[in-house]
Each structure stands twice: as structure tokens, then as C-alpha cells.
């Protein structure tokens, strides 16, 4: 299989962004042996991961591949899954999160997670916001946690002037960023998004992607997405899964993209497969 | 001559086309029955919808008749009415009593019940294991809403009235009343926590809150119009109820109760206690009572209407 230097799809693949962070990588999440069973059928199998910190991690695949069963196993959404079982480890700087004495609900307050649809709850723009904020018991300055977490997720010009309204008002693509701003305010260290602009136009698309980029310079990023070009523009690492739950590649994107090792995932990226 | 109207409209072309008028075009085509039959059935399906409206009308004519004539030939004062107690001189008699009862058995009804139902509710639909007993329970509640309600009169007559010896005060018939509800507030309550969208439980739950946060903080605000509708429309009808009351005792009291271990008659039983007098005068005594126990129920179900318009595009 010959492959050239340039990159298999159109896109500028991100080499500028290679220097992001200067410190070797650490590992914030690493799956070994991660298996993951919804009832008999095996949604993954035997996945082997690290995930570094400051980075943005893309997982990509085929529909139905794991993507993102492996994304809320991170921060044990699968939890709420009657019939799903996982085997193996997952660990968060070091630590199984499996183990018995973790608590999910811990866990998920240094693993925030932004979803395929937008969700903000009824209520206001800003009690979304304070939501993480109230439950975990703050009682510092409410209203600068809440402008900086709207400033971070590129939103605080546009609702500045109306932070009382019902999050529901708002666009679809301004819902997403209200539910990011609701993910950063409580300051996690880990941000898992399951392509989280599938569901909007490409305009809010592009904004919510920008606003991904700034994040990783405080956040670990991992995000599912169906879309390639996405992917290559915005992630530093790729991880492929392909049908059956394998993840097949994972490495430097530019690599993944520009000269992967396995056939078959040159093959899924230049769109011949899956 | 082979001149046929069809070769004629042929050779003019479209113009003859256009001319031609249905009927003649779709002669062949008779729909006249069918027609017929979708008449008939519009005409039978209208009157089946109206049959309830047009029976409410009559009954509210008729009360209203005899409201008129209690007002005007009996001399009956709606002030009076409003004020004074009940009495057996029917010149004396008043709806006070029966409307402080009433009022305080609402309360205590809504009391007891909400929040045991609200509870139960809360457990059915975000607690409870999907398992024969979850099963057996959810289909017992639609069961226990279909029981009469003069069973339940009987099971707290037994129970309290009798069996512990309170005598017929007016807990005991909020308790039996509160039965009464208490399934139906379930299951609106139920239906309404059923309708918060599972994105807004998940956002919660990943932004690292408990069960009970995200039930408390996001879903029962979401819910709540919901769960307040059904509990008005289940007080509404238990405001009207009269087979539990009779049962437990609650008539022939005249004065007006001042706790919930006071004897009382409700307005239902009063009006009940009137309607089977002799006297004309108190038998129109009971219409005005049946107007302003309507008046009462009928601003319930509106607050209940209102409260759901009002939030009903809110999730």
C-alpha cells in the first residue's frame, strides 16, 4: 500500500498543533483490556488506550463501532444501562474507576461531558450554568464562576443581557455551548463531548470547533465524532474503531490520517469502508 | 352521421375539454351513497360528542332554575347563605359550616395524599427495579383508582371510625377521601415524570449530581405543572364526593368544624342531607348549595386548565 506524504483527505491536518503543550505527555486516562458487554452482544472488545492530558483525543469509527460506549464508560454513564457489564480497566490518573471504592458520582465532578443533543434544563441561562457549581456546594463567587465559564464557551457576549431567560430560548447551537459552559463551570479536568455538533448547522458547527480548540489548552478533550474533516482539523490524537468494538489505530492524528498502519483504516478514512 | 358528441370535444381540442362539466365527465362515477353514509356518520358522531355537553346543559339549567326560585319565591339571602351556619329552621339555615368542612377536608386530603403520592410516584418511575413487584404494583394502581368510593368510606369506618373509636371527625374523612385520590395523583404524577426528557436527567447526572439531586433540582421542577394539574383535578373530584362521607357519619352536623377532630358535614353531604328533606324550602336550600359547590369546583378545574397552558411548552 503506497501512501503518500500528503494527508488522504482534504484538509489542513493540524501541524500547528503539535506544540500545544510542551511538557511530555501525560497520561490522564488509559484503558487496558477494556471490554464492554450490553447484555451478550459485545459493544467493545479488548481496548487499549492512553489518553494524554491538554490534548484533544478524536475517536472515530463506523456507526454502532463502540465510539461512544467507549466515551461514557470514561465517565460511567453506563452506569444508567441496566444490561451493560464492563470488564478490564479504565483508569483515571492511575486509578480504576471501576473499582468499588470509586463513586461514579465523584467521578463525573472531574469529568465533565457535553452529549449529541443539546440539553440544556429548564431553567435559566445562568442557573444552568451555576447547576455543577450548586450541587457540588459552592459558595464563592457564583456570578464570575458563571461569566467565566459563559466567556469560555463563547457565549457570553450573546447572552450577557439576558442571563435570566429560559436556556431553551436559545439556538441550537448556543444550546450546545450553554450545555459546554455548564460542563466547564464546575472546572473539570477531563471533557468528553459525543459529537456534539452532529446536530447543529455548519456555521454553530465551526464555532462550537474553535471553541474545542481553546479548551484543550485547559481541558483533556475526547471527542466522538462521525465527521472526519473534523476530526483531522481539531484533534491531536485519533483513535479508529471499527465494527465489532476493536479500536484498530490509535496514534498522532497527522499520522492516523496521512499514513495509518492498518489497511483497513485507510480504507474507512478515504471513505471506501464503512 | 358519425358525428358524436366524443368526436366533436376531440376535434376541438382543449378548449371543448375545459368546457365539460364534472358530472358529465365523471358519469360513470357514482358516489351518491357514499356521500350518503359520511353524512350519516358525521351526523352520529356529532351527536355522541354533543350528548355529554347537551345532558351538562340540562343539569345546569335545572340547578340554575331552582336557584333562581330559591333566591326569589323562598327569599333565600346569599349572604346569609354564606355566613350562617346550618340549622333545622330552613329560614336560618346556612352553607358556612359545610363550606369551612369542605375547605379544611381539601387540605388535609391534599396533604395526605400529595406527598405520599407524589413519593410513590417519585419511586415508580426513577426508583423502582423493572420487576414483577414494580409490575404488579404500577397495574394494581389503575385498579385501585376504579374502586368505588363508598369502599373506601367502609374500609375507614372499620378501620378508624369504628376499629380505633375516633367517631366520625373530620380527619377521618380526609383519610378516606385522601385513599380516594391517592391513586389518581399517582399516576398523573407518574405520567408527568415520565415526560422530562431522559437528555435532561443525563445532563444532570454527568455534571456530577446524585439521583436525588437530579430528581429534586431538574426533574420534579420540570414535572411539577404536571403533578399539580392531576392533584387539582383529583381534589376536584374528591371535593364532590359523598358515598365516603355518608359512610363514615359525617351529616346531620350543623356547626361549623374548627379542627380536624371536630364532627363536620361536608358540603356534598349536606346538600345530600337537604335534598332529603320534606320542605320545599330547604329542598331549593340544596340547589344554592349545589351552585356554589360547583361555582368551587369548576374555578378548581379552571386553575388546573390554566396551570397547564401555562407551562405546557416549557420542556
Redesign the interface.
Known amino acids: 500500500m503506497s501512501t503518500s506524504e500528503e494527508s488522504l483527505i482534504t484538509t489542513e491536518v493540524s501541524s500547528e498543533r503539535t506544540g500545544r503543550s510542551d511538557r511530555p505527555d501525560a497520561t490522564v486516562l488509559a484503558a487496558r483490556d477494556l471490554d464492554v458487554y450490553y447484555g451478550d452482544d459485545r459493544a467493545l472488545a479488548s481496548v487499549d488506550v492512553e489518553i494524554p492530558e491538554h490534548k484533544v483525543t478524536a475517536i472515530i469509527g463506523p456507526s454502532g463501532c463502540g465510539k461512544s460506549t467507549f466515551l461514557r464508560c470514561i ?1 460511567r ?1 453506563n452506569d ?1 444501562i ?1 444490561v451493560c457489564r464492563v470488564d478490564g480497566d479504565l483508569s483515571f490518573h492511575g486509578k480504576n474507576v471501576y473499582d468499588d471504592d470509586v463513586d461514579p ?2 467521578l ?2 472531574r469529568v ?2 457535553v ?1 449529541q ?1 443539546p ?5 435559566s441561562i445562568y442557573d444552568n450554568v451555576a ?2 457549581l ?3 456546594g459552592f459558595d464563592g463567587d457564583m456570578d464570575a464562576r458563571v461569566e467565566e465559564a459563559l466567556r469560555g464557551a463563547a457565549l457570553w457576549g450573546e447572552v450577557k443581557d439576558q442571563l435570566d431567560s ?1 436556556g ?1 430560548d436559545l439556538s441550537g447551537g448556543q444550546q450546545q455551548r450553554l ?1 459546554i459552559a ?2 466547564i463551570a ?1 472546572d473539570p479536568e477531563v471533557i468528553l463531548m459525543d459529537e456534539p455538533t452532529s446536530a447543529l448547522d455548519p456555521v454553530a458547527a465551526s464555532k462550537i470547533e474553535d471553541l474545542i480548540d481553546e479548551l484543550a489548552e485547559q481541558y483533556t478533550v475526547v471527542i466522538v465524532t462521525h465527521n472526519m474533516q473534523q476530526a483531522a482539523r481539531i484533534s491531536d490524537k485519533t483513535a479508529v474503531f471499527l465494527t465489532g468494538g476493536k479500536l484498530v489505530e490509535f496514534d498522532d492524528t497527522a499520522k492516523v490520517f496521512e499514513n495509518p498502519d492498518e489497511p483497513r483504516v485507510e480504507e474507512y478514512i478515504t471513505g471506501k469502508f464503512g | 352521421m358519425s358525428d358524436s358528441p366524443d368526436s366533436k370535444r376531440r376535434a376541438d381540442g382543449g378548449t371543448a375539454t375545459e368546457r365539460t362539466r364534472g358530472e358529465e365527465l365523471f358519469a360513470d362515477i357514482d358516489l351518491r351513497r357514499e356521500h350518503l353514509k359520511n353524512r350519516a356518520f358525521l351526523g352520529l358522531i356529532f351527536a355522541a360528542s354533543m350528548f355529554g355537553v347537551v345532558a351538562l346543559a340540562l343539569l345546569l339549567l335545572d340547578v340554575v332554575t331552582d336557584f333562581y326560585v330559591g333566591l326569589t319565591e323562598f327569599e333565600i339571602s346569599l349572604v346569609q347563605f354564606l355566613t350562617a351556619d346550618g340549622s333545622r329552621r330552613p329560614e336560618r339555615a346556612g352553607f358556612f359550616g359545610a363550606i369551612i368542612a369542605s375547605v379544611m377536608l381539601m387540605a388535609l386530603t391534599a396533604v395526605l395524599s400529595f406527598f405520599v403520592g407524589v413519593g410513590a410516584a417519585i419511586y415508580l418511575e426513577e426508583y423502582a427495579p423493572n420487576n414483577r413487584i414494580t409490575r404488579l404494583i404500577k397495574a394494581n394502581l389503575s385498579n385501585l383508582a376504579g374502586v368505588p368510593s363508598i369502599v373506601y368510606g367502609l374500609l375507614v369506618l372499620a378501620a378508624l371510625v369504628n376499629g380505633i373509636g375516633v367517631g366520625p371527625i373530620l380527619l377521618a374523612g380526609s383519610v378516606a377521601l385522601a385513599l380516594l385520590v391517592m391513586p389518581i395523583i399517582i399516576v398523573s404524577a407518574q405520567e408527568a415524570i415520565r415526560a422530562v426528557p431522559d437528555g435532561v436527567r443525563n445532563g444532570s447526572y454527568a455534571t456530577g449530581a446524585t439521583k436525588w439531586q437530579t430528581i429534586r433540582q431538574v426533574v420534579l421542577p420540570s414535572a411539577m405543572p404536571g403533578i399539580l394539574t392531576g392533584t387539582i383535578l383529583a381534589l376536584a373530584r374528591a371535593i364532590g364526593e359523598t358515598a365516603p362521607l355518608l359512610m363514615i357519619g359525617a351529616l346531620f352536623v350543623n356547626r361549623t368544624p374548627f379542627g380536624p377532630f371536630d364532627r363536620f358535614s361536608g358540603m356534598p353531604t349536606q346538600i345530600y342531607a337537604w335534598a332529603a328533606e320534606p320542605s320545599q324550602h330547604f329542598i331549593h336550600l340544596a340547589a344554592v348549595g349545589i351552585v356554589v359547590l360547583l361555582t368551587i369546583l369548576l374555578s378548581m378545574n379552571a386553575v388546573a386548565v390554566y396551570l397547564r397552558n401555562k407551562y405546557e411548552t416549557a420542556v
Not at chain 1, 119 to 123: A, D, H, L, S, V
Open positions: 465517565n454513564m444508567q441496566a458520582v465523584a463525573r465532578r465533565g461531558m452529549f443533543k440539553n440544556p434544563f429548564p431553567k447547576y455543577g450548586r450541587i457540588q429560559s431553551l450545555c455548564r460542563a464546575p
